[in-house]
Nanobody, 129 residues
Framework: QVKLVESGGGLVQAGGSLRLACAAF????????MGWFRQAPGKEREFVAAITWSGGFGYYADSVKGRFTISRDNAKNTVYLQMNSLNPEDAAVYYC??????????????????????WGQGTQVTISS
C-alpha cells in the first residue's frame, strides 16, 4: 500500500519556523515531482510549493516565496518544507502529494492538484499571534 505520511506540524508563534517532512512508503517517487498544498478552514486547497524529481527546480506560491523552501532526499524517499517567518495566514492543514507523471518539470502543471496521484493525510499548522 502506498502511503505519504506528513510530520512536523504544530503550534508556533508568528514569526517562527517549522519544518514539515513527508515520507513515502510502499513505493519510491524518485522519478516524480512532489508538492505541498494547504487548506485553511472555509477555504479551498491551495498550492504551496513543488519540487522536480531531481530536486533541481522548486516552484512556489507567491504568498510563500522567499519564506518557504522545498527540498527532497531521494535516498530517504522524503520531501521537506522549511517554513520561516510564519504568519497567521499560513495556518492550515498542509498536505504532501506525489505527482502521477514521470519526471514532470512544468511548473504551471505542478501547481495543479489534479496532476498529483497520491496524497497524504495532512498535518496541522497553527500560528499564534
Amino acid at each position: 500500500q502506498v502511503k505519504l505520511v506528513e510530520s512536523g506540524g504544530g503550534l508556533v508563534q508568528a514569526g517562527g519556523s517549522l519544518r514539515l517532512a513527508c515520507a513515502a512508503f510502499g513505493r519510491t517517487f524518485t522519478n516524480n515531482a512532489m508538492g505541498w498544498f494547504r487548506q485553511a478552514p472555509g477555504k479551498e486547497r491551495e498550492f504551496v510549493a513543488a519540487i522536480t524529481w531531481s530536486g533541481g527546480f522548486g516552484y512556489y506560491a507567491d504568498s510563500v516565496k522567499g519564506r518557504f523552501t522545498i527540498s527532497r532526499d531521494n535516498a530517504k524517499n522524503t520531501v521537506y518544507l522549511q517554513m520561516n517567518s510564519l504568519n497567521p495566514e499560513d495556518a492550515a492543514v498542509y498536505y504532501c502529494a506525489a505527482d502521477g507523471g514521470w519526471r514532470r518539470t512544468d511548473g504551471s502543471l505542478l501547481r495543479l492538484a489534479r496532476v498529483y496521484g497520491y496524497w497524504g493525510q495532512g498535518t496541522q499548522v497553527t500560528i499564534s499571534s
